[in-house]
């Protein structure tokens, strides 16, 4: 026998056959950007630990919005940042809440956009937990009760679909009959149904003034360790009425969206959070590593372990590539 018959290196001799035979493919088609709107004027902010990243208010939102736009870029996912916090984070159901201003303004404006608002309590609360305490934890039903309301008034307000972040169980089952009760039975829900108690979130909390006044999220996120538990979750989101399900965050959690993906026929969706971004953005600057090369092939392998969306701060650098080709 002649020395290997099987040479796998054919197939890689050159850029056009490598192009045939690449199995995955990332596209603009795959991203939701998130956007964090902040009440008040002229505002501008960048975030110091996400570089590229900015709170806006809503005066100067076109800026980005204009630019997401053209980019062609699908979908945003807003997260609201109030004037005012509470026990309760009240802001969320009210008709004049930030992000119920933020919608409405983007859907009047930019009506082709898909706005998909996070449903959560953390950015709204003095505590900065995810709903409503009883006995230093987040009371489960106390805070579903709010949290239809939260829906009810993002869906007046005119979003197209919401994205329940709080963990707190039988929300999606909460949402969908609220939502049905008020009329918006075509309303989707994108649940983030794996969602673990991660450090990956740092940044983000320096961005929404989220970050917990004492403990941390570990009686509602999930534990790191855990896989089998992403499963339950997940279907126990199907079963509910979850038309989307989501892993968060994404890129240490490979195993989990490529389990549930092998296990459910929904769309998944990966939460490429603000620790995993950050990371990129500082090696990036500090020249250890090639920035975009290091982003793409990222977003290369959350497509390959199974997700169909991907929630990513880089989706605009992404796109800005992915458009010149
Ligand atoms: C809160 C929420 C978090 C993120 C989105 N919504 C994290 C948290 O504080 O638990 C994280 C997003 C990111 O890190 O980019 N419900
Ligand atoms: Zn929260």
Known sequence: MPFPIHRPRRLRKNENIRRLIRETHISID???????????????????????????????????????????????????????????????WSDEGIIQRAVRFIKENYPHLYVITDVCFCEYTEHGHCGVLCNHDVDNDQTLENTKKQVVSHAKAGAD??????????????????????????????????????????????????????GDRRTYQMDPANKREALKEVALDIEEGADIVMV?????????????????????????????YSMVKAAGKLGWIDEKKVMLETLTSIKRAGADIIITYHAKEAAKILKEG
């Open 248 to 276: 968060k965050p994404a890129l240490a959690y490979l195993d989990i969206i490529c389990e549930i993906r092998n296990n459910f026929n929904v769309p998944v969706a990966a939460y490429n959070v603000s620790g995993e």
């Open 30 to 92: 795959d991203f939701i950007y998130p956007l964090f709107i902040e009440d008040g004027q002229n505002i501008k902010l960048e975030i110091p630990s996400m570089p590229g990243i900015f709170r806006y208010s809503i005066d100067r939102l076109s800026e980005e919005l204009d630019e997401i736009s053209k980019l062609n870029i699908p979908a945003v996912l807003l997260f609201g940042i109030p004037s005012q916090k509470d026990a309760v984070g009240s802001d969320t």
């Open 161 to 214: 679909m919401v994205a329940p972040s709080g963990m707190m169980d039988g929300v999606v089952k909460a949402i969908r009959e609220a939502l049905d009760e008020a009329g918006f039975t075509d309303i989707p829900i994108m649940s983030y149904s794996a969602k673990y108690a991660s450090s990956y979130y740092g940044p983000f909390r320096d961005a929404a003034q989220s970050t917990p006044a004492f």
